[in-house]
């Protein structure tokens, strides 16, 4: 089993940054892939920011420019800082760490973008 602990949502203003955080423990021996989604009331869940242990980074097209997605290989962590919020940026986002066996999923973290 692995566990996601996601920090760092919250209220923001148009124009602001926030850094999320999410920390994997447990059986963490075989990821290859970890990332950000979100998902939007009344939309479906899709993909922010994603990276590959080959090196392979992939990022939605709404946030390219604003977002960075990096890790902390020895603390197991992986960040996403966002930079120039926008009020569609609004929505519960969700860590991911990917293994051969299954997919796993943090508890979300609520990020609004509101004046």
């Known amino acids: 089993q692995v566990q996601l602990v996601e920090s760092g949502g919250g209220l923001v203003q148009p124009g602001g940054s926030l850094r999320l955080s999410c920390a994997a423990s447990g059986s963490i021996f075989g990821i290859y892939a970890m990332g950000w989604y979100r998902q939007a009331p009344g939309k479906q869940r899709e993909l922010v920011a994603r990276f590959f242990n080959g090196g392979t980074t992939n990022y939605a097209d709404s946030v390219k420019g604003r977002f960075t997605i990096s890790r902390d290989n020895a603390k197991n962590t992986v960040y996403l800082q966002m930079n120039s919020l926008k009020p569609e940026d609004t929505a519960v986002y969700y860590c991911?760490?990917?293994?051969?066996?299954?997919?796993?999923w943090g508890q979300g973290t609520q990020v609004t973008v509101s004046s």
């Open positions: 991911s760490t990917s293994l051969p066996s299954r997919t796993y």
